[in-house]
């Protein structure tokens, strides 16, 4: 069974950096997508970055939102961390790790980011 384990989160000023890890145990799959959402209260869950990787082929994806403040990338198989820089106040949520092999699809249980203005 597929477990993942989130780290990182907390509390940052805008325009500061933080770093969100995400590592999924229980398999050795190869190929797999591996992502960030975040959340915030009564919304719902949106794309934040996502990486997938196809036996060390790695494509991403970004919101519009995000894109070239943040940063997706994998530092082992199975194992990605989202850079975030020059944080926004509007970057505040629970930030979500995403695994998929598309038949088989695992969320983590969330981190807080809170970006102060």
């Known amino acids: 069974q597929v477990q993942l384990m989130e780290s990182g989160g907390g509390l940052v000023q805008a325009g500061g950096s933080l770093r969100l890890s995400c590592a999924a145990s229980?398999?050795?799959?190869?190929?797999?997508?591996m992502g960030w959402y975040r959340q915030l209260p009564g919304k719902q869950r949106e794309l934040v970055a996502s990486l997938t990787d196809d036996w060390g082929d790695v494509s991403t994806i970004y919101a519009g939102s995000v894109k070239g403040r943040f940063t997706i990338a994998r530092d082992a198989p199975r194992l990605v961390h989202l850079q975030m820089n020059r944080t926004k106040p509007e970057d505040t949520a629970v930030y979500f790790c995403?695994?998929?092999?598309?038949?088989?699809?695992?969320w983590g249980q969330g981190t807080q980011v809170t970006v102060s203005s």
């Open positions: 995403l695994f998929t092999t598309g038949h088989n699809t695992v």
């Open positions: 229980g398999t050795d799959t190869e190929t797999y997508v």
